[in-house]
């Protein structure tokens, strides 16, 4: 069955680091586009990032543009979230996610806590 396991989340200090990773099984990843999406706390969840299959492509939200970066190997089935520049309002919990025709799939999350 699918599974995504993301993890490196925790508590961060404003204008650090963290590298999220998102280990995926039960599908051919190579071939999907995989995304983060993030909820923070009475928020609607959205979109963060976004990779196409081959790497070529990547889209983002305006608020973590040039600050965040996706990426991925489809050697190991993991796609990474390198979020640079952290600030309070990143704070959230931190999914992954793939599209394969009927639904969406989802990871647990990562909460990221970003506070000095």
């Known amino acids: 069955q699918v599974q995504l396991v993301e993890s490196g989340g925790g508590l961060v200090q404003p204008g650090g680091s963290l590298r999220l990773s998102c280990a995926a099984s039960g599908f051919s990843f190579s071939t999907y586009a995989m995304s983060w999406y993030r909820q923070a706390p009475g928020k609607e969840r959205e979109l963060v990032a976004r990779?196409?299959?081959?790497?070529?492509?990547?889209n983002y939200a305006d608020s973590v543009k040039g600050r965040f970066a996706i990426s991925r190997d489809n050697a190991k089935n993991t796609v990474y979230l390198q979020m640079n520049s952290l600030k309070p309002e990143d704070t959230a919990v931190y999914y992954c996610?793939?599209?394969?025709?009927?639904?969406?799939?989802w990871g647990q999350g990562t909460q990221v806590t970003v506070s000095s």
């Open positions: 996610s793939y599209y394969q025709p009927p639904r969406d799939y």
């Open positions: 990779i196409s299959s081959d790497s070529i492509n990547t």
